[in-house]
Structure formats: C-alpha cells, structure tokens
C-alpha cells in the first residue's frame, strides 16, 4: 500500500500538527501515535496491518 505525503492541521496557537490519512475510506478507524517527540513518519508494518 502507498503511503500518502503528510498533511498539516494548523493549530489554534501557531502550531501545526503533522499527519497521515490512509487505508480503506469504509473501514474501521485505526489512530497510531509513535510517541513523542515525532514525525509523521510511517512504520510500513503498522501501516500495511491498517
């Protein structure tokens, strides 16, 4: 599966949230937090298992 580029959300103070959308629109949703501090970079397991 492709993994798409990462998108920002701005934030009320300034700052940005980075974040990754992906996987079947009709299936059940799957949040993943690597922990912080971090990136919006993908672990392709976790990504392939969503």
Same mark, same amino acid.
């Given at each position: 599966?492709?993994? +798409? /580029?990462?998108?920002?959300?701005?934030?009320?103070? @300034?700052?940005?949230?980075?974040?990754?959308?992906?996987?079947? +629109? /009709?299936?059940?949703?799957?949040?993943?937090?690597? @922990?912080?501090?971090?990136?919006?970079?993908?672990?392709?397991?976790?990504?392939?298992?969503?």
């Amino acid at each position: 599966m492709a993994v +798409p /580029d990462a998108l920002a959300l701005a934030l009320a103070d @300034g700052r940005s949230l980075e974040h990754r959308t992906g996987g079947d +629109p /009709d299936g059940f949703p799957f949040v993943y937090h690597s @922990g912080t501090p971090s990136a919006a970079i993908v672990d392709p397991l976790v990504w392939d298992a969503a």
